[in-house]
């Protein structure tokens, strides 16, 4: 029976890193930042130094023996955007406005040997209501704005918790 099993298990294919991008922002959700703020951190750079380490995998420079089952890894973030909660409106009526941390991601499998697409995939991940109203609610949310609420570290939790989730999906796929 285990000599059956070995028979018709499939041998997995070796995955290389292909390229990972970073799609810039525009004006609009930049603007959750608090970007005049000397403070304020650049996402962009923090989120692409992030993927470096998390799809740790060798470049597909580095193929040798390319076989028909060899895979390639393209990486992007398409959207991303820190958190805010503003008040707009005239005295005396006043609407809330605002838009929680989120992160989309997409990747494609390709086969090295065609460059044909084996599989693609995305995941958009989001700040829970609970975290976005209790962090939106603090003394610095409401009152002093002498930092974003949001930080580098904040949304390298969130981009942590969207790779994962890819990173989940593509190992079923395989």
Not at 33 to 44: C, I, R, T, Y
Not at 105 to 133: A, C, G, M, P
Not at 157 to 173: D, N, T
Request: aromatic fraction near 14%.
């Amino acid at each position: 029976m285990l000599f059956v099993r070995k028979f018709f298990k499939k041998e997995k294919p070796r995955v290389y890193l292909d390229s990972i991008f970073v799609v810039p922002r525009g004006e609009l959700t930049s603007s959750d930042e608090w970007g005049f703020l000397a403070s304020a951190e650049s996402f962009e750079e923090s989120i692409r130094a992030e993927l470096g380490e998390i799809f740790n995998l060798p470049h597909i420079s580095t193929a040798s023996e390319v076989t028909r089952r060899d895979l390639g890894l393209q990486v992007a973030v398409v959207g991303y955007r820190g958190g805010e909660l503003v008040d707009a409106g005239l005295h005396p009526i006043s609407v809330p406005i605002f838009w929680k941390p989120k992160i989309e991601i997409h990747s494609r499998l390709f086969y090295l040997d065609s460059q044909k697409t084996f599989k693609k995939y995305n995941v958009v991940e989001r700040f829970s209501w609970s975290d976005f109203v209790g962090r939106s609610m603090t003394l610095n949310g409401l009152f002093f704005r002498y930092k974003p609420l949001y930080n580098n570290k904040d949304m390298e939790h969130l981009l942590l918790k969207a790779c994962l989730r890819l990173v989940e999906k593509m190992k079923s796929s395989l």
